[in-house]
């Protein structure tokens, strides 16, 4: 069982930075993937990075890529979403999810991971 709780969402102006983050409590001693996934009013959730266990391995969609960053201290601390050059289309409710079956494997799929938090609101305006 791994309970995610995320924070930091917000609104921002077009072009800011934002920091989100995920903690993660546990009763396993698994280790576990986390990924962010977002999900704008009237669209399907998507896949936005993740970071296996480890934090050797990181992915990123493409329309994020190179201004997204995910970190995580160790398999265990809370994750990070640092959001740069926020754009208009960045707006959703950003999830944070857990995979503990491939733990070694920095997923792209929301079916591969089998635990998610609330949810944060960013909204970003012009």
């Known amino acids: 069982q791994v309970q995610l709780v995320e924070s930091g969402g917000g609104l921002v102006q077009a072009g800011d930075s934002l920091r989100l983050s995920c903690a993660a409590s546990t009763t396993t001693a698994r280790p576990y993937t986390l990924g962010w996934f977002r999900q704008a009013p009237g669209k399907e959730r998507e896949f936005v990075g993740s970071?296996?266990?480890?934090?050797?391995?990181?992915v990123y969609s493409d329309s994020v890529k190179d201004r997204f960053t995910i970190s995580r201290a160790n398999a265990k601390g809370p994750m990070v979403l640092q959001m740069s050059s926020l754009k208009l289309a960045d707006t959703a409710v950003y999830y944070c999810a857990a995979d503990i079956n491939r733990p070694w494997a920095a997923g792209i799929n929301a079916g591969d991971y089998t635990y998610w938090g609330q949810g944060t609101q960013v909204t970003v305006s012009s």
């Open positions: 970071i296996n266990w480890s934090g050797s391995s990181t």
